[in-house]
Structure formats: structure tokens, C-alpha cells
Nanobody, 115 residues
Framework: VQLVESGGGLVQPGGSLRLSCAAS????????MSWFRQVPGQERELVAS????????DYADSVRGRFTISRDNAKTTMYLQMNSLEPEDTAVYYC?????????WGQGTQVTVSS
């Protein structure tokens, strides 16, 4: 299983970013996927999840209405559209999948929201 995130960067408050997670090594369309984020010194936080077929989705209260999770099973890629970004969204963002009894993680992509 390989998960590769991209799309992070520095953005001003109120701005937008779209993260991507390219997946390989497993049958992507069979598994639900998730985005997590982590701030140094804090626990990793579940941000959003999506089922294998693309719906339903679920979001942390802190991002609901601002972030949208989606996936393209033909491209084996998951996305996180992040709008109205706030400084509190600053974190390393990870995509993740649980295959059988193991959870896999990407290397993470840094998102920094600052003026």
C-alpha cells in the first residue's frame, strides 16, 4: 500500500487549497478513505472520511461546511478541498486507509495558514 499526498502549502486566512492523495497497492474502490491532520504536540485528528463508492461522507465539526472530501476511483485518488481556511487549520495533513487489520498512512503534506 502506498499513499502519496500533495497540494499543501502556505495560504492566507480565508484562502483555499486542494489536497490530493494518490493511492496504489490495493483495490482503491473497495475501501473507505480518510484525511487526518496533526499539529506538533497534539494527537492526530480525523478531519473527513468517505466511503468506497464516494458517499456518504463525514466531517469533523471544526471543518464541516468549509472542507469537502471526494474521490475518483478511476484515478485511485482522493481529494480534500479546503475553503475559508483559518490559522487553526495549520497542520500536517495525512491520508489514510485501513486494509484488513492495518491502517496505512501517507507521508503527510504541510498546510500553513498565515498572513
Amino acid at each position: 500500500v502506498q499513499l502519496v499526498e500533495s497540494g499543501g502549502g502556505l495560504v492566507q486566512p480565508g484562502g483555499s487549497l486542494r489536497l490530493s492523495c494518490a493511492a496504489s497497492g490495493f483495490t482503491f474502490s473497495n475501501y473507505g478513505m480518510s484525511w487526518f491532520r496533526q499539529v506538533p504536540g497534539q494527537e492526530r485528528e480525523l478531519v473527513a472520511s468517505i466511503t468506497s463508492g464516494g458517499g456518504p461522507t463525514d466531517y469533523a465539526d471544526s471543518v464541516r461546511g468549509r472542507f469537502t472530501i471526494s474521490r475518483d476511483n478511476a484515478k485511485t485518488t482522493m481529494y480534500l478541498q479546503m475553503n475559508s481556511l483559518e490559522p487553526e487549520d495549520t497542520a500536517v495533513y495525512y491520508c489514510s486507509v485501513r486494509v484488513l487489520i492495518r491502517r496505512y498512512w501517507g507521508q503527510g503534506t504541510q498546510v500553513t495558514v498565515s498572513s
